[in-house]
């Protein structure tokens, strides 16, 4: 049994203000191509199909056309759940059509228990639920936290699991080992939210979504395949990729990896803006890629985001590289000053931090007299 | 060949501030039951099964348990088009895979004119489309109109069209004849919005939604099915159905309907208020109807609308029955009067229209002590 285990496509993605369906798209191809190479029995996607609820009807539309040509076009079998970010009902509607063809979509959780069964291997599909869904479901009121939750769900499994065939646990959830980044909704820390991974033991392999690393968790049979791809600065420098997972009829493991590469990368590059806009500087960039830009400079820039975007027009993110502490007091000092300073003074300093033209008397001899006309107005009300 | 003609379903609908989806639910069962019954060759749902774009989780699990009852558990073809307020590309998500089992979803208008066959009969499936996205699809600039839009559509289908076969066409426009009621999106009118019956000539039998009413249009070959239920106070005197169509070898049309009855109507009734709520007026009442009421009572009430509630709990419009220019001109003169009364005399009119207390002298002189504190405290400010 080969199969392809990814997760987390978050269809619709919304980055900076920037959809990512041009990019998710160029990777789903590349992927649909791999599926075409590779040949696997089956392909398993472990949640966050899209990255809302009600995604937009772009993403709907590319969801359809990929799965489409993986499952009707390609033959490949697709299973496949909901994450916290999918809307459950609405991701499972048609879904018991889609099983003509073997594409086995499970956006509810429910007391059906039953697994799918691939070419003798049987794929147990739990798609993301709240602990509070699952007490429900299970009618258990020990169920507390998510590792309570996912324990009872494993227990239910293991009632009907023949210990002699081969079981793969496909699932959505925190799985504690892992590292979290900015772009997964943060989750309640201290336990609660995390899952033990002796709760996956039972399993010849499991197929995890939810962080978005590769190298979230290191384990020899639990694994996440990780994000489509880079959906935050804090993943700039994480791999992305898909998991090749082989399984023998003894139930051993091994794993490949296989990485998909927008033409867009997302990265984070600092220095000095007249540096960073120096052709000796750009010329090795990947201009069009998305950046996030941290300049050294001190002071006052003019429109820095503009003119480094004539460079990289894919700028998303500005920042200024200045020790916060420092900055602090650094600006309670000049607030300070700035109070006693008389308004011709303070436009005298915006003048200069604003424009690069010299500020002569004649005129701060205007601005003095707008001054005190606009002063005179204010007075007589 | 023998089908059932369905539209307008407005599944997730809102009336008055409530959701119908267990009306909906109700009638929809019986639906498939008369499915049962009929044993039809197909099912043609002309447009609307939603109400909007995106609609309530429940109604998405409604459409998916209806649909599935019906095409996969009983085995009937169906053929389903988008509506007006259904969103093309979220329901057409999935619908190369319903195909398998012959249930055929056109969400989107595509360049793509053959059409679905069964038993013999083509079904032109051609959802809801603007002119613009018409004019842009069949790149024809002298698209201007719905009417001009319709008639380009057809003429794409003509082309393709055997006349020694039979066909049946599936729409969802306003269809020139037909009567408007409230819950109707409002169209443009003065023909714009409007679509000349002759268009469909070529067709044995058009199979339109939009309208609510199945009398919005008399002609023996084209026909509204109306909506599923009544979704306004201005359909409560629709019949509500659906219809059974029968197409012999050479053509022919037979056109039965059969009703589908939610156990809570949607009616008006009107009265005086003391009448309404006597038991010898409201015993032969299906008191659990949904209900506009308009009451004939001159004068303030206490709290009509609860009053009423105790005996019918799903009023869910309260009118009073006026005639508006008198009522008008009356309360201009009633301001004209009050501006000139004290505010002690206002209270007086205030306390006799909202108790059935007798206004006696000491209670007089408590709001008069009350009104004197109050003017002073507003003085001394």
Redesign the interface.
């Known amino acids: 049994m080969k199969f392809i285990h990814t997760a987390d496509w978050h269809l619709g993605k919304l980055v900076h203000g920037i959809y990512m369906t041009a990019e998710q798209r160029e990777v789903l191809l590349q992927f649909v191509q791999l599926v075409k190479e590779e040949k696997p029995d089956a392909i398993v996607i472990a949640g966050d199909l899209y990255d809302r609820s009600?995604p937009p009807?772009e993403a709907?539309?590319l969801?359809?056309e990929i799965l489409?040509k993986i499952?009707?076009e390609l033959k490949t079998p697709i299973i496949a759940i909901s994450g916290n970010h999918d809307?459950a009902?609405?991701l499972?509607?048609?879904s018991?059509?889609?099983k003509?063809?073997q594409?086995h979509l499970k956006g509810k959780l429910t007391k059906d228990f039953t697994p799918v069964k691939i070419k003798g291997v049987n794929f147990h599909l739990v798609p993301y639920a709240e602990p509070g869904i699952v007490r429900q479901l299970l009618n258990d009121e020990r169920i507390v936290s998510h590792h309570d939750a996912m324990k009872a769900v494993v227990e239910r499994i293991q009632e009907e699991m023949d210990p002699n065939e081969l079981h793969v646990f496909v699932g959505h959830a925190f799985v504690l080992g892992g590292k979290t980044t900015d772009s997964e909704r943060t989750l309640s820390v201290g336990g609660s939210g995390c899952v033990g991974a002796e709760v996956f033991e039972c399993f010849h392999y499991t197929a995890l979504g939810h962080l978005h690393s590769p190298d979230a968790i290191k384990h020899d049979t639990i694994k996440y395949s990780g994000s489509l791809l880079k959906y935050s600065f804090s993943e700039a420098k994480q791999r992305k990729c898909v998991c090749i997972v082989e399984l023998d009829e003894n139930g051993k493991v091994s794993i490949g990896e296989r990485s998909l590469t927008p033409s867009k990368d997302m990265r984070e590059i600092e220095g000095y803006i007249d540096d960073l806009v120096d052709p000796s500087f750009y010329t090795d960039q990947q201009i069009n890629d998305y950046l996030k830009i941290t300049l050294y400079d001190e002071g006052a820039l003019m429109d820095p985001i503009n003119k480094l975007r004539q460079i990289y027009p894919n700028v998303l993110h500005l920042e200024r590289k200045i020790d916060r502490i420092d900055s602090r007091q650094k600006d309670e000092m000049e607030v300070r000053q700035q109070e006693k300073k008389s308004e011709l003074e303070l436009f005298e300093e915006f003048y200069q931090d604003m424009t690069t033209l010299p500020y002569s008397e004649e005129k701060k001899k205007i601005i003095a007299s707008v001054m005190e006309k606009a002063k005179k107005v204010v007075e007589s009300k």
Chains 1, 2 share one sequence.
Do not use: A, I, P
């Open positions: 009600v009807t709907v539309e969801l359809d489409f499952n009707v809307s009902e609405r499972s509607f048609g018991s059509w889609y003509h063809s594409f």
